[in-house]
């Protein structure tokens, strides 16, 4: 009887050694990463009076210093959109960015700002700006409506 669950318990032994060791119900071994709202706070600017200026701080607010890693060289990246959602403008576009991952180090209490400008071409109306920090630890999105007469 045993030469005949041989080959059963052997399927059986080499499915579960290819499908590895599974976590307990409602556990995850995956790296989940911190909530930005625990140790950085951030705030967006919009100026409309001379072309459109986009501004991103980030401040440590953790009480020590906190590590912030990107996946890339690109950290933090802004957009236009108009009132329907239509990508008008991408700060990104048409640049290169490193593939090599990087981490800044923010010590207590320091900020960070990122700044760029849009110059719109005749346009008028109601927008959306999104600015963006590309962390994989500390990910952030702000959209902020914004109107040029």
């Not at 701080?57 to 890693?69: D, H, L, M, Y």
């Not at 690109?74 to 957009?79: A, C, G, I, K, R």
Request: charged share 25%.
């Amino acid at each position: 009887m045993l030469p005949k669950l041989a080959p059963a318990l052997l399927l059986a032994a080499l499915t579960a050694y290819a499908c590895g060791p599974r976590p307990p119900v409602g556990e995850s071994h995956a790296r989940k990463p911190e909530s930005g709202s625990r140790s950085l706070t951030s705030a967006v600017e919009v100026d409309v009076s001379q072309g459109v200026a986009l501004a991103l701080s980030v401040r440590n607010e953790a009480g020590k210093k906190v590590e912030v890693a990107f996946p890339s060289g690109l950290t933090h990246d802004f957009e236009v959109q108009d009132s329907v959602g239509r990508v008008l403008w991408r700060w990104s576009e048409g640049r290169l960015f490193t593939q090599a991952m990087q981490n800044r180090v923010l010590e207590r209490e320091e900020s960070i700002t990122y700044k760029a400008e849009w110059e719109p071409q005749d346009l008028h109306g109601e927008f959306v700006a999104v600015v963006s920090l590309k962390s994989s630890s500390h990910p952030i999105e702000h959209r902020s409506k914004f109107i040029l007469p």
